[in-house]
């Protein structure tokens, strides 16, 4: 079976959710198939075999990034000849299946790891390319021969936002962690190096800066954290310069009031994520909007427990009072959310037995129940499924 996997993120650019689920779905696919990855990136040269990286043309350079989404995907669709399915990732790459299952009469899978009528927020980084994007993941959407939904909340969100969709097409398939390399890491010289305080417990918080993930949540709940508690930020790549200037405000607000607050804007490497995951007292999750929220397996992988909102499929991973807390979320109440968030994880800062048990908790789930081989079979078996039905 020859796969062309569709992506805007692939290692070494990987900075959200969509590009881990890639990364890790390609390596356990190509045990079992002829996998091909088309991704975005510069440059022929590709860091391994099977990956072809695309760009828009010089002459869009400073078109909207709509059309330069649009640009790639017309190059990614011509390069799916002689594959015998696309399985296309985000709005970025959808068209591209679109397009080659139209040109080629292959069937086109496709992963949804958000819903653009679901961020609307979108608009403000997209401007008139939001309406592009949208109507590129509907039609995709609506056409595909399968679409992957991450979480069962993922899936009704699929089905509320397009009705028109066959829901036996719908299936869901969760994403997964690779335990062998997200789990407990005893060295501290990434912690000595940023200058975290060793003897002071600290929360963490691992994302880009964006409305999804509910940052200046955090920072506004921050301020009734226990004193005795450090808050680590590794938050880069903010959507927009109005919510990068408004995350630097409440950053420096929060600082002038408090110490022990760390701010790391650049993407740091895995292994020093692991280890920063593995010291945390606690993990903080605030996103308004997760179809279910790979970060947070994450920090179960490292025997960390987890705070988060509940929303989307993040109830599906984080076992409330199990392997973390969950919070409720209103967005017509944030005052309330942020309350909620400051005293939850003042609640695991506050008893060290039961952020242990969490925490192990946690791992054991992560363990047992979200391998990427388990993903990888179940992705598998809806491709020979689809294969094997009529278009």
Not at 55 to 82: E, H, I, S, W, Y
Not at 239 to 263: I, K, M, S, Y
Not at 271 to 289: D, I, R
Request: charged share 20%; proline share 7%.
């Amino acid at each position: 079976m020859k796969v062309g996997l569709l992506t805007r993120e692939y290692p070494p650019d990987v900075y959200g959710g969509a590009g881990v689920h890639v990364e890790f779905l390609a390596r356990e696919l190509r045990s079992l198939v002829d996998v091909a990855v088309h991704c975005w990136g510069e440059g022929a040269d590709a860091p391994d075999a099977g990956v072809t990286r695309h760009q828009a043309p010089a002459a869009l350079k400073d078109a909207n990034d709509a059309l330069r989404t649009f640009a790639v995907d017309l190059a990614m669709a011509a390069a799916l000849q002689g594959r015998d399915l696309a399985h296309s990732h985000t709005w970025y790459a959808n068209l591209a299946g679109h397009l080659g299952k139209l040109l080629y009469g292959i069937p086109h899978v496709l992963t949804a790891h958000s819903l653009e009528p679901l961020r609307p927020w979108k608009a403000e980084q997209l401007g008139g390319g939001y309406a592009l994007s949208s109507w590129a993941e509907r039609t995709a959407m609506e056409s595909a021969d399968a679409v992957v939904a991450v979480s069962d909340g993922m899936r009704a969100d699929i089905l509320g936002c397009y009705p028109a969709l066959d829901p036996d097409r719908v299936h869901v398939i969760r994403n997964g962690i690779d335990t062998a390399t997200y789990r407990p890491d005893p060295r501290t010289d990434v912690l000595s190096r940023i200058g975290i305080d060793p003897q002071r417990p600290y929360v963490l918080f691992v994302g880009r800066i964006t409305r999804q993930k509910g940052v200046p949540h955090l920072l506004r709940a921050a301020r009734d954290l226990d004193p005795d508690a450090q808050l680590v930020l590794c938050a880069g790549a903010p959507d927009t310069p109005a919510l990068d200037r408004e995350f630097r405000a409440l950053f420096d607000e929060l600082n002038a009031v408090r110490d022990g607050v760390h701010w790391i804007p650049a993407m740091l490497p895995r292994p020093a994520v692991v280890q920063l995951l593995t010291h945390a007292a606690v993990f903080a999750c605030p996103s308004v909007y997760e179809p279910l929220g790979i970060v947070n397996l994450e920090a179960m992988g490292c025997g960390t427990p987890v705070v988060a909102s509940a929303v989307g499929g993040i109830p599906e991973v984080v076992e409330d009072g199990v392997t973390g807390l969950l919070v409720p979320y209103d967005e017509q109440d944030p005052a309330a959310f942020e309350a909620g968030l400051a005293q939850a994880l003042n609640r695991v800062l506050g008893d060290r037995a039961e952020a242990e048990r969490m925490g192990a908790a946690g791992r054991d789930r992560a363990v047992r129940e979200f391998g990427w081989d388990t993903v990888a079979r179940r992705t598998v078996g809806l491709y020979e499924t689809v294969l094997g039905s009529p278009r």
